[in-house]
């Protein structure tokens, strides 16, 4: 198995702030999907986006690996046209920028930092058509500006859109599932199966057993206090929804 | 707070060095010597055949200026203008006059290539379509069909070349450049020149009243809707050359036009004074909309150098249920002071201004509209967007007024405010008189920061931080942007993404 992305020893902060992420170690292979659940605060969405790029957050110690480069080297649009997917548990409004307008230029600066060549509108618009249509968005929806007015399922599910139009290496989904109704966890679930492959890993952050009966994990960890206290199969989720956190988050303490 | 940081880290690299439109062209030119005193005036006015009661018109407004002190009430700073340190008259030597386009210098139309604003007529002569540009249709908007655009191309002080003439003369369409009016139609040109903004206006005005080299006039007959979009590409480019326009519209009755003008300048140390008239006159019925993309060199990131943008122009709604439209897009000049305004005197008539001022590195903006309601029902919409970054300043200046007889009088302003960093400022400076307590005046103001947050969404999709921020302002502006012609909205756009570029990267 090919490690796709390697996290080693890493600690974080919010620059000038609190230390978020504290000696966190994971590795993703190719074709795996790894869950993340812990309490809220742990830390799951800095993990997120210190793997993106963000601004405002010190690495103070450790290192990450996409297939083999130092993607703390890189910055935050290299890292997305390497692969790098975060649906956010918040997307953001764009007034006056139509979906579409901003799918096409999000996936053209992507090839063009590929050297590849960039898609012409059509094939770009009959693509993410074909693809809205899996996801039970509306076409009408994607000439509205990018999630303004949005429901926050609605949102949601554009983010899977994204995601499925980009064709990302590595998927980070954080909470992808809250505010999705149950037929739209299902709709946004196959969405996200449909991108499993060998090729292509995923992190997936979530609080609920649900959305994890669809999209079933390889590996299940339990995130608290900045790191990773506890590593299992599938059923070690289930567990947690009859057990909670209290136990670990003592322990980290 | 690192995250806000590194964006203003960002922005304070963001300069307007790179201008794009920073070449000089090398043609012989003709000019008037240095300085400003009666016997400029009368140079000017002999070199340009003009008719004895323009001369005086000119000394007239000369006289009067000299009694006149520059304003100071806008929020710009600048050096002290030496006026007599100026060249006010400066022609390519014309070889011989010009019928067609193969007779220009070829310096010259190499110039327009460079901007990227060849003459159009070239292609169109030739057959040759384009497919229409790929505008934003996938937000439902339809894309316009290719429409037809006359250019007016003024070359520092005198129009080059005058194209379409003849599709226009059929339509009984007047275009041409004002001095060639005022020798061709001297009566039209008298009985409306000055009508709008008079010669004793204000100190720029005056000032381009007693030197105004050229500029465009129109003339759209009764009932006539003009068969196509008319243009001007007006650029500096003679060192030291004060520009002062002329531009005169005239809707007669019923009639409609949309009227272009653009304008780049080259890049040079020294500050450039640019001084221009625009007068629009719209009779019973009639339609004017004025379009304007303004890119004269902004200056250096040390904020050296650069266009002094001084305009004066002012429609008025003479006629009932007349109508006239303003829409500007300021990217460019070190000062911009400038404030398309309506008079809505005929009954029922209504005036718009929708406007885009982007300033960055050292620029200063202070531009705005007046609404002055003065017939009865009579109505005006502002949309005024202000994006702010570097070290700059944008001010929104703007009056609405209702007559005490203006009975009926309607107004809605909304002016939104954008900033990129935190070393430059928007204002806005609204005045509102009500004479007429019928009146209903609606004003909304918005000021906001760019949002980290969002450009972080965004460059996490794959985009540069400056393709993010040019996106982001994009979709700020695009209410406006919508009511450009549909070629002048793409180029509009390239350039709002172009003027907040910056050395990132
Ligand atoms: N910019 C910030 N400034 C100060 N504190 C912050 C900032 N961003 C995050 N935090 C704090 O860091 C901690 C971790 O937040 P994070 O959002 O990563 O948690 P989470 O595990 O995703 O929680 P949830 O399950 O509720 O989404 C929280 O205590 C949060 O308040
Ligand atoms: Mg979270």
Not at chain 1, 80 to 108: C, D, H, M, S, W
Not at chain 1, 133 to 138: E, G, P, S
Not at chain 2, 303 to 317: A, E, H
Not at chain 2, 471 to 490: H, I, S, T
């Amino acid at each position: 198995m090919t490690a796709l992305l390697e996290i080693k020893g890493l600690h974080a902060e919010i620059s000038g702030g609190r230390k978020i992420i504290q000696g966190l170690d994971l590795t993703v292979n190719k074709g795996e999907i790894h869950a993340i659940m812990g309490p809220n605060g742990a830390g799951k969405s800095t993990l997120s986006y210190v793997l993106a790029g963000k601004p405002g957050y010190e690495i103070t110690a450790g290192e990450v690996y996409l297939n083999g480069e130092d993607l703390l080297a890189m910055s935050a649009d290299e890292r997305a046209a390497k692969g790098v997917f975060l649906a956010f548990q918040y997307p953001l409004e764009i007034p006056g920028v139509a979906t579409l307008t901003f799918l096409r230029a999000a996936f053209n600066a992507q090839r063009k930092a590929r050297g590849e060549e960039e898609l012409s509108s059509p094939d770009l618009i009959k693509r993410v058509r074909e693809i809205a249509k899996t996801l039970n968005i509306d076409s009408e929806m994607l000439k509205r500006p990018l999630n303004v007015g949005f429901s926050g399922g609605e949102k949601k599910r554009n983010e899977t859109l994204q995601m499925a139009l980009l064709q990302p290496s590595l998927c980070v989904l954080d909470e992808t599932d809250s505010g999705l109704d149950i037929d739209a966890l299902k709709v946004v679930a196959n969405g996200v199966n449909a991108l499993r492959s060998a090729e292509r890993g995923m992190i997936v952050i979530t609080h609920y057993q649900r959305l994890l009966d669809y999209i079933v994990p390889d590996i299940v960890h339990v995130f608290a206090a900045g790191r990773i206290v506890r590593t299992g199969g599938a059923d070690l989720a289930r567990e947690l929804e009859a057990t909670g956190y209290a136990q670990y988050q003592s322990e980290a303490a | 707070m690192a995250a806000v940081q590194e964006t203003i880290d960002r922005v304070k690299g963001i300069d307007v060095d790179q201008y794009r439109y920073g070449f000089e062209t090398q043609i012989e030119s003709e000019k008037a010597p240095k300085g400003l005193s009666e016997d400029t005036i009368r140079f000017i006015s002999a070199k340009k055949n003009e008719p004895a009661w323009m001369l005086e018109w000119r000394l007239e407004a000369y006289r009067r200026w000299l009694t006149m002190t520059e304003p100071t009430w806008a929020r710009v700073g600048y050096p002290k203008i030496d006026y007599q340190d100026l060249y006010y008259y400066s022609a390519p030597k014309p070889k011989k006059k010009v019928a067609s386009l193969d007779e220009i210098d070829p310096e010259i139309l190499k110039t327009y290539e460079k901007l990227g604003i060849p003459l159009r007529e070239v292609e169109l002569l030739e057959g040759v379509e384009r497919p229409s540009a790929a505008v934003e249709s996938e937000d439902g908007e339809a894309a316009a069909p290719r429409t037809k655009i006359a250019v007016d191309a003024v070359f520092d002080s005198v129009s080059v070349a005058t194209t379409f003439k003849e599709e226009l003369k059929k339509a009984g369409v007047i275009f041409m450049p004002i001095s060639e009016a005022l020798r061709e139609h001297p009566d039209l040109v008298q009985k409306y020149l000055g009508t709008v903004v008079p010669t004793t206006d204000n100190y720029f005005a005056t000032l381009n009243s007693a030197v105004f080299s050229d500029g465009s006039f129109v003339y759209i007959p009764p009932g006539v809707r003009c068969p196509m979009e008319l243009s001007t590409y007006f650029r500096i480019n003679e060192r030291n050359t004060g520009q002062f326009e002329r531009t005169l519209i005239i809707a007669d009755k019923g009639a409609y036009v949309s009227y272009l003008e653009g304008c780049t300048a080259p890049q040079r140390d020294e500050n450039q004074l640019h001084a221009a008239v625009v007068e629009l006159v719209a009779l019973d019925d009639a339609e004017i909309k004025y379009s304007t993309v303004q890119n004269w060199y902004p200056g250096n990131s040390e904020g050296v150098g650069g266009i002094y943008n001084f305009v004066t122009k002012r429609g008025d709604c003479r006629g009932a249920n007349s109508k006239i439209s303003w829409t500007q897009v300021e990217t460019g000049s070190a000062i911009t002071w400038k404030y398309p305004s309506c008079i809505l005197r005929g009954d029922n008539s209504s005036g718009e201004f929708y406007s885009i001022a982007i300033s960055n590195g050292f620029q200063q903006v202070d531009s705005g509209t007046k609404m002055i309601h003065l017939g009865k029902n009579t109505s005006s919409r502002i949309i005024s967007k202000g994006i702010a970054a570097g070290k700059s300043q944008n001010t929104y200046r703007g009056l609405v007024s209702a007559h005490r007889k203006a009975s009926g009088a309607r107004n809605f302003t909304a002016c939104d405010s954008l900033l990129i960093g935190d070393q430059c400022g928007a204002h806005t400076v609204p005045y509102i008189e009500a004479k007429n307590s019928s009146a209903v005046f609606e004003h909304e103001a918005t000021t906001s920061k760019i949002s980290e947050d969002v450009l972080f969404y965004c460059i996490q999709r794959g985009l540069s931080q400056e393709e993010a921020v040019g996106l982001v302002v994009n979709g700020f502006v695009k209410d406006v942007l919508q009511q450009l012609p549909m070629e002048f909205a793409v180029e509009a756009q390239k350039l709002i993404s172009i003027s907040l570029e910056g050395s990132v990267g």
